[in-house]
C-alpha cells in the first residue's frame, strides 16, 4: 500500500559525500516520522537520523555534524546528506517512513536499501 523508493547510493573515496533519497507514494493519509538506518555485514540495523513532521532531528553520534537529514513533505521524499564518509559508514542503508493511510490505521513501511561503499 505504501511503497518507498530509495536512491543514491554507491561507492565513495573516504572524505567524500553521498546524498541519498527515499520517496514514498501509495494511499497515503499523513506521514509522520521519516528515518534512515544501516546495517553492516554481522551487525544489527540501526537508526542513522530521522526526523519528524515538524522538522526535529535525530542522529546516532557516529554521524553528528556529517550527516544531515531533511525532508519535502510535498513530495513526501526525505534526504540524507553524507559528507566527511568514513570506511566505517560502509553499509546497506535503508529509508523508514511511518504515517497514517487513513484516520484509523498507521503504516510504517521499509526501502528496500541502497549499498553505500567507502573505499579508497
Known amino acids: 500500500q505504501v511503497q518507498l523508493v530509495e536512491s543514491g547510493g554507491g561507492l565513495v573515496q573516504p572524505g567524500g559525500s553521498l546524498r541519498l533519497s527515499c520517496a514514498a507514494s501509495?494511499?497515503?493519509?499523513?506521514?509522520?516520522?521519516m528515518g534512515w538506518y544501516r546495517q553492516a555485514p554481522g551487525n544489527q540495523r540501526g537508526l542513522v537520523a530521522a526526523i519528524t513532521s515538524g522538522g526535529s532531528t535525530n542522529y546516532a553520534n557516529s554521524v553528528k555534524g556529517r550527516f544531515t537529514i531533511s525532508r519535502d513533505n510535498a513530495k513526501n521524499t526525505v534526504y540524507l546528506q553524507m559528507n566527511s564518509l568514513k570506511p566505517e559508514d560502509t553499509a546497506v542503508y535503508y529509508c523508514n517512513v511511518g504515517g497514517r493511510l487513513d484516520s484509523q490505521r498507521p503504516f510504517s513501511s521499509w526501502g528496500q536499501g541502497t549499498q553505500v561503499t567507502v573505499s579508497s
Open positions: 501509495g494511499s497515503i493519509f499523513s506521514i509522520n516520522a
